[in-house]
């Protein structure tokens, strides 16, 4: 089920059966957020109600999402189109650092790309373009804050030449 705010941000939920349930809030240019949840990698609370239960102001801060853009180029400083280009988080698994993929978008014709609704934290962004048989990499990593607009640029180098098709 999903309801819209009124525009002093209320909403209403109606004829609701007694059950647990999952409250999620999004909106665009936001983090989405769920109920009861206390960090954004967190999952949210059940949220438990009874037989004519009027449950009453639930409050959610939404906090703004933060956007990475840049541009990727290669070795001589032209852009390189149709790049893939990934905002990575760090994550602890049985005590190793893993970087894992927030998001992924693909450079335009100009090598801009743009990450955007990403939850505040530390990021690396990494590209990678492969074309006429060379395969080019890069990465660097840099702190969001709430709502911030973080730039980085990326100058693509040859990792490995393969003669021969891709």
Not at 12 to 41: P, T
Not at 67 to 88: K, Q, T, Y
Request: aromatic share 10%; hydrophobic share 35%.
């Amino acid at each position: 089920m999903a309801v819209r705010t009124d525009s002093g941000g209320r909403f209403n939920f109606r004829g609701i059966r007694a059950g647990r349930y999952r409250l999620r809030v999004i909106r665009h240019g936001f983090v989405s957020q769920e109920y009861g949840q206390r960090k954004f990698s967190d999952p949210g609370a059940i949220l438990t109600l009874s037989a004519r239960q009027n449950m009453m102001d639930l409050i959610f801060r939404l906090v703004p999402s933060a956007v990475i853009s840049g541009r990727i180029e290669n070795e001589d400083g032209e852009p390189l189109p149709w790049a893939s280009v990934g905002a990575l988080r760090e994550s602890y698994s049985q005590g190793k650092r893993t970087l894992l993929i927030e998001e992924t978008v693909l450079t335009n014709d100009h090598g801009e790309y743009r990450l955007f609704g990403l939850r505040p934290g530390r990021y690396f962004v990494a590209a990678s373009y492969r074309a006429g048989g060379s395969q080019m990499r890069g990465r660097r990593g840099g702190q969001l804050w709430p709502g911030q607009h973080g730039r980085i640029g990326l100058r693509a180098h040859i990792l490995s030449w393969h003669s021969g098709p891709v």
